[in-house]
Nanobody, 115 residues
């Protein structure tokens, strides 16, 4: 069983920064790709970024050059550094990992950007 716990959300002004954390329990963390998703009210949950076990990263076009995903396998934690935040980045942010026969999500952390 794997538990994912997000933290670091909050309310910031447009142009500001936040760093989200996703802390994981369980032995699969260091070998798994970890993803960040977000869901704004009334919208579907969208993929934001992903990082493989070796540290390769991918980003949605909407956040490329503003967000940076990283991981610290010794701490079983993945981070999402978010810079130059915009009101349209307002959403609940979730981390996720999945594989054959399992699919784990965290409970989410709220990010609100004021204009």
């Amino acid at each position: 069983q794997v538990q994912l716990v997000e933290s670091g959300g909050g309310l910031v002004q447009a142009g500001g920064s936040l760093r989200l954390s996703c802390a994981a329990s369980g032995s699969i963390f260091s070998t798994n790709t970890i993803y960040w998703y977000r869901q704004a009210p009334g919208n579907q949950r969208d993929w934001v970024a992903g990082i493989t076990s070796s540290g390769s990263t991918n980003y949605a076009d909407s956040v490329k050059d503003r967000f940076t995903i990283s991981r610290d396998n010794a701490k079983n934690t993945v981070y999402l550094q978010m810079n130059s935040l915009k009101p349209e980045d307002t959403a609940v942010y979730y981390c996720r990992t999945f594989g054959s026969g399992y699919d784990y999500w965290g409970q989410g952390t709220q990010v609100t950007i004021s204009s």
